[in-house]
């Protein structure tokens, strides 16, 4: 079993960043990959970004591509959402996620964080 708490979430203003944090446990993390999705109000959850826990490839929509980085941590089983030039677009419930492989994490994860809130005013 999986648990994965997600942190970071907030009102911030278009052109500002924040950070959102991903703490995992319940199991050793020396493979698989993990990723944040988002869903905005009354349109479905979609794919933001998603990294090997080993190898620190990186995988993004375009949507996020030069704005967003994706970053883990392995000594602290966490993994990171930095988010910069933040739109009004950008407004959404973030998850993150976690399963044996990013093909797998990219598709239909086998487990979810309960989500944070970001909301960005313009």
């Known amino acids: 079993q999986v648990q994965l708490v997600e942190s970071g979430g907030g009102l911030v203003q278009a052109g500002d960043s924040l950070r959102l944090s991903c703490a995992a446990s319940?199991?050793?993390?020396?493979?698989?990959?993990m990723a944040w999705f988002r869903q905005a109000p009354g349109k479905e959850r979609e794919f933001v970004a998603a990294?090997?826990?080993?190898?620190?490839?990186?995988y993004y929509a375009d949507s996020v591509q030069d704005r967003f980085t994706i970053s883990r941590d392995n000594a602290k089983n966490t993994m990171y959402l930095q988010m910069n030039s933040l739109k009004p677009e950008d407004t959404a419930v973030y998850y993150c996620?976690?399963?044996?492989?990013?093909?797998?994490?990219?598709?239909?994860?086998?487990?979810w964080g309960q989500g944070t809130q970001v909301t960005v005013s313009s």
């Open positions: 319940g199991r050793t993390f020396s493979s698989g990959g």
């Open positions: 996620a976690n399963d044996q492989s990013v093909r797998a994490v990219r598709a239909t994860p086998a487990y």
């Open positions: 990294i090997g826990w080993s190898t620190g490839f990186t």
